[in-house]
């Protein structure tokens, strides 16, 4: 057994985590393709990809020579008055695969972080443009945009963390998202009545994600886009989560032709490797922040911002993306998730199956007071040589692009078996 374990386990906190009554976490050594190699020699299948990022699976040797080869040259070196090759490669980049005049790239280091830029963004473009009463946020029920105190105003009341920090929140608007044509004239309605002191919609495009694995078509992606341009409010597109290929497009917004003002990005932008994040804004955007008063400029920075290390590791994941077949991996892998995962459907105690790109999503049904047993249900992942870990009513599969179809299959295997093991007890 490792000798690190027990000894650190003592001082650590985990994220999410009931300290007193969850099961000891997993000690991994290693990580290979698709593959988390254990302590004690076990191999795991990944099925989510360390939260969504390893879309080249793990150590692809490509992006390990790109961080070499950096980390021998120039680790870091702060980004104010000072800018280096790999983040204007990859911006220009970026502003390239992006759709519209999405040009303008303001690099951080995690998802919230760019969620907060991004809302920064909004109101101060609006207060420069002369309105500075536009300064709310309208967020769509089963969203997640971060767990940070202004992301956490926009996520999902009940999924969220609201009741828990009630009254240390921003106060933003909750919309449904327009799926029918009720609801449509609903949103209509709603950026109408408060459309002069809204800045901006946020919304996550197709897929929700932490908030329960909700899928929408594009039309209702259009629509929503449709309405902010009409009512004169910013759209940002949280594509943290879709960026990158997961919905079978390199981003989400490609499908329903739809530009937003600012998107977000993080999660899959170094292919996992290391942290980092961009907040990516429409030329007009950028442009209301040009004046002769330095109070009209973007007031962040963070101290690791466009860390160089991290901004080769994107470089060499966009390489990947242009030299191996991904976006034919994610179709191939979603044909295989929607086959696989459909007699789940017919399984006690399931709401819902859901499929879209490389994500496949079962929602559990359970009894009124009835709780479900996700630590349970983890340990038995594991035992049958898993790693999946479901969370609230979700068990998902998000596996990295390379996966192969066997292990792919073992995976939905494994789901149907422990879904099946769950509904001969219910
Ligand atoms: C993960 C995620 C975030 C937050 O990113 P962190 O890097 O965890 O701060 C924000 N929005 C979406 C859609 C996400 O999936």
Known sequence: ??????????????????????????????????????????????????????????NHPHIRAAVEQQLAVLPHVMFAGLVHEPAARLAQRLAALLPGDLERVFF??????????ALKMAVQYWRNKGQAAKQRIV??????????????????????????????????????????????????????THGERVAAVIVEPLVQGAGGMQMHDAATLACVAEAC??????????????????????????????????????????????PLAA???????????????????????????ANALACAAANASLDLFESEPRLAQVAAIEAQLAAELAPCRALAGVAAVRVKGAIGAVELSCQPGGRI?????????????????????????????????????????????VLGERAARL
């Open 1 to 58: 057994m490792s000798d690190w374990l027990t000894p650190g386990l003592a001082h650590l906190w985990l994220p999410y985590t009931q300290m007193q009554t969850a099961p000891a976490p997993l000690p991994v050594v290693a990580a290979q393709g698709s593959r988390l190699r254990l302590a004690d020699g076990r191999e795991l299948i990944d099925g989510i990809s360390s939260w969504w990022t390893a879309c080249h699976g793990y």
């Open 108 to 117: 951080t280091e995690s998802g919230s972080v760019a969620v907060e830029v």
């Open 139 to 192: 967020y769509f029920r089963h969203a997640y945009h971060g767990d940070t105190f202004a992301t956490m105003a926009l996520c999902d009341p009940e999924e969220g963390m609201h009741t828990l920090f009630a009254g240390t929140m921003p106060d933003q608007i909750m919309a449904e998202l327009p799926t029918d044509q009720n609801l449509r004239r609903a949103f209509d309605l709603l950026l109408e």
């Open 229 to 274: 341009a009409r009512h004169k409010v910013l759209l940002i597109a949280d594509e943290i989560m879709t960026g990158f290929g997961r919905t079978g497009r390199m981003f989400a917004c490609a499908e329903a032709d739809v530009v937003p003002d600012i998107v977000c990005l993080s999660k899959a932008l170094t292919g996992g490797t290391l």
């Open 279 to 305: 907040t990516v804004a429409r030329r007009h955007v950028f442009e209301a922040f040009l004046a002769d008063d330095p109070a009209a400029a973007l007031m962040h920075g963070p101290t690791y911002m």
């Open 373 to 417: 047993d996700l630590d349970a249900m983890r340990r038995r992942f594991a035992e049958l040589g898993v790693w999946v870990r479901p969370f609230g009513k979700v068990v998902y599969l998000m596996p990295p692009f390379v996966i192969t179809a066997a292990e792919l299959a073992t995976l939905t295997a494994a789901l149907r078996q």
